[in-house]
């Protein structure tokens, strides 16, 4: 009994001094400072009990320590976002709310918190604020306005207009299947679209292949196009010298699709490389998809292999990782491999790769994509 | 008196125990329990009730003290992953947590991110997801800890989608995250989420789930994978036995007493010694092999459903098969089995209750809940609790 009212007593004194003082911070800093392996769990489980007792004029201050948080942080502070609305449903600073949904130097996934927060207590309010994120920088808001527009053309009696209503979403849209959709409204409806151009997909590469991937091994096999020494190189596989080639795809989604250049061939692997213009040094986010296994490297650095086959398809955006675009001239290099499997959904050997910013716009070579 | 009350609640123990329903296929995930269900299937009782839910799911609600845990996931890539709490008498909602996933969340069409079925020690439930976001929560929904084994091993992942459902055994959550390229299973302390064990598992995927062999001191964990069977202490996760001829990488095994029933060319038998250190294989046969769902228990006979969508009705001891019949699949989530009866459910929503006999199986109720349904009924002696696509269901009779 002790013990329960000396919690209260702590909880109440937590509720009357959390406006951003020195514990409360302290408190809250244990959630955003969690790290991979567990790290911090043990300090959070202590901070989390209390932060959620915060009264709710502490949401935008739990936002903004979303902003820092890394996704695992992220997930403790949405926690206790939700429990503290639970708690509270008619005092929640609706304004300050809006406020930072609306700012958007605030991160994307805060942002979207803030979002939720609206939709679950004042979903009216919630939904009045839609069509505004048309242009966010926030996919994941821009996806909902963009349904809105799809959804209005689906319903749209008067072809005209719903072509109308299309060609605003294609525009605007930068989630893979929303683009689809519009695109194959558009094109039914006798339109060309250039989904390369619209999504920045990478068509033209230089190949070079087949290597030997027995066994799987090759995937981890540093073949000679790994020491990068430069489009004039060459090297030997089992058949002989192999050089790099020029390859270019005529697939509406940027498929490159290997066995075209080698053949239906098992248990192999082939390099793919392109040069990409940066106007700037920026952020990127890479984007490859093969149901094949593969590596990328970014200027030399292996951002992240991938050692498995045939698990699905292939689809635009399956993964995206995030790196950096020097000024000027980038190197892309691909290793795609293909395994022994036989079966027919297993011969394909195939990627599509595509750069663009955080907010999923693509971003184009500025030169010539091949060198 | 303190020795009294703990002699009462050892007797009342094993009531509590089936009344409860802590983890895919039962608490003693063998999909059998030894309380009596319904035998009738009645969607306009006033006990039966459905609710509905805010994403797809294929995992398995659990049943702890009146309480009804389930996962579901939502959103236009499935990034939205909830924990629900319902109430078992009447349905509704009594809590729901969000989270985002931090791990992949591109899956097969058929399945989906909350694949896993939840696991309880009756203090907290776990949820684990095909993301590989782990949370454990209260039994009111407050937050205890969380892990993200995606985020902190950025290959662990299946393309088509993982859903391996968690276990508890002495303290510790096992949770398999087995797949091709970065396989393993990891022995997560359940007072804080800190790992205590972490081993390196064949590369393959594998949507297979952990089971408990044995009670008490000696109880220790089989994990399954195309290479056969692994029994390991959850403490430590040092391997006890292995048994190398291959095993599916769909259906799980069976446990019962010291026996598991493995889905290995067909269904092998295998028998822990005494000690747990080494097993002998008691009977093989390749007539008895599952389709997608697992085995389930009835007493000691045990009840498989193939890939032609044959009911085999059997004996746990010799493998013995007693009765064959055919019933309306396809079947995804595996049967669910009292001593008399067995319940499951076919991909179109149809349930079927089959009367167990020992020379025949009778099909003695069906229902149509006319949604698709891919998962695993939870039994509870005062009705049956099962998920569609949209909704969940407490069907009485």
């Not at chain 2, 055994?169 to 205590?196: H, M, P, R």
Request: overall charge neutral; charged content about 20%; aromatic content about 8%.
């Amino acid at each position: 009994m002790i013990k329960h009212l000396s919690i209260l007593y702590c909880l109440f004194c937590v509720k009357l001094s959390v406006q951003s003082s020195p514990d409360s911070t302290n408190l809250i800093q244990s959630l955003v400072a969690i790290k991979s392996q567990g790290e911090g769990n043990r300090e959070a489980m202590k901070a989390w009990p209390q932060v959620s007792q915060f009264p709710p004029s502490a949401i935008p201050q739990l936002l903004e320590a979303m902003n820092r948080a890394n996704d695992l942080g992220d997930n403790w502070i949405r926690a206790a976002i939700e429990k503290i609305c639970e708690q509270n449903t008619t005092q929640l600073p609706v304004q300050r709310i809006i406020a930072f949904l609306q700012d958007h130097s605030n991160q994307a996934e805060s942002r979207h918190m803030a979002f939720q927060i609206l939709q679950s207590e004042l979903p009216s309010k919630a939904d009045q604020l839609i069509p505004s994120f048309i242009d966010d920088p926030a996919p994941v808001l821009r996806q909902k306005a963009v349904e809105l527009i799809l959804s209005k053309a689906r319903n749209s009696s008067a072809k005209p207009k719903a072509i109308k209503l299309y060609q605003k979403a294609l525009i605007q849209a930068r989630e893979v299947e929303q683009i689809k959709e519009a695109s194959r409204e558009l094109e039914e409806a006798g339109e060309k679209i250039n989904l390369i151009q619209l999504m920045g997909l990478l068509p033209e590469w230089q190949l070079m292949g087949p290597f030997d991937n027995s066994e799987r091994k090759g995937f981890s096999v540093e073949y000679g196009p790994e020491s990068g020494k430069g489009l004039t190189e060459q090297h030997k596989n089992k058949d002989g010298i192999v050089k790099w080639e020029k390859f270019s795809t005529q697939d509406e989604l940027g498929l490159v699709d290997i066995n075209q250049k080698y053949g239906e061939l098992k248990e192999v692997c082939a390099y793919a490389r392109t040069t990409f213009h940066s106007q700037s040094a920026q952020s990127a986010h890479f984007r490859i998809g093969s149901k094949n296994a593969w590596k990328m490297w970014v200027n030399g650095t292996l951002l992240f292999s991938r050692d498995e086959y045939h698990r699905g398809k292939t689809r635009i955006d399956q993964f995206i990782i995030e790196g950096k675009l020097q000024e000027g001239e980038n190197e892309i290099l691909l290793k795609v491999c293909q395994n022994e499997q036989t079966q027919s959904w297993t011969k394909q050997w195939e990627f599509n790769f595509r750069i663009t910013d955080r907010t999923g716009s693509a971003i184009h070579s500025s030169g010539s994509t091949i060198k | 008196m303190k020795n009294g009350f703990l002699f009462l609640l050892s007797l009342l123990s094993p009531l509590f125990l089936n009344a409860d329903w802590l983890q895919f296929r039962g608490s003693l995930g063998n999909g059998g329990t030894s309380i009596n269900s319904i035998t009738q299937f009645s969607k306009e009782n006033k006990n039966s009730w459905k609710s509905e839910l805010p994403g797809r799911g294929l995992s398995s609600p659990i049943l702890v003290d009146g309480k009804i845990f389930l996962t579901a996931s939502s959103g236009p890539k499935q990034e939205t992953l909830h924990i629900l709490c319902f109430s078992q008498n009447e349905g509704n909602l009594i809590w729901e947590r969000k989270f985002k996933a931090t791990g992949r969340t591109i899956c097969h069409e058929k399945t989906c991110v909350a694949a896993p079925t939840m696991v309880s020690d009756r203090e907290v439930v776990v949820a684990q997801f095909s993301s590989n976001d782990i949370f454990c929560v209260d039994l009111d929904g407050d937050l205890l800890w969380l892990r993200g084994l995606t985020y902190d091993f950025p290959n662990a992942a299946n393309g088509l989608g993982m859903s391996s459902s968690p276990l508890i055994s002495k303290g510790v959550l096992i949770a398999q995250v087995e797949n091709d390229a970065d396989s393993f299973t990891t022995g997560i302390d359940l007072k804080n989420g800190e790992e205590l064990w972490r081993n390196i598992r064949p590369k393959g995927a594998n949507w297979t789930s952990p089971v408990l062999l044995g009670t008490g001191k000696n109880q220790k964990v089989a994990l399954q994978s195309t290479k056969g069977i692994s029994l390991i202490n959850p403490t430590n996760g040092k391997e006890s036995w292995s048994y190398q001829n291959g095993a599916s990488s769909i259906p799980s095994s069976t446990p019962v007493g010291d026996v598991l029933l493995v889905p290995s060319n067909g269904l092998t038998a295998l028998k822990t010694r005494t000690g747990g250190n080494s097993h002998t294989e008691v009977w093989q046969d390749n007539k008895l092999g599952p389709g997608t769902g697992s085995p389930a228990i009835s007493g000691n006979r045990f009840l498989v459903i193939n890939k032609a969508n044959v009911l085999t009705y059997a004996k746990i001891d010799s493998g013995e098969i007693l009765w064959r019949m055919r019933i309306k699949g396809p079947v995804s989530g595996s049967p669910v089995a009292t001593r008399s009866h067995l319940y499951f459910f076919n991909e179109d929503g149809l349930g079927q209750i089959i009367k167990l006999e020992e020379d025949e199986g009778k099909v003695i109720a069906t229902l149509d809940l006319q949604e698709t349904i891919l998962s695993t009924p939870a039994l509870a002696a005062d009705g049956l609790y099962i998920r569609s696509d949209k909704h969940l269901w407490k069907i009485s009779q």
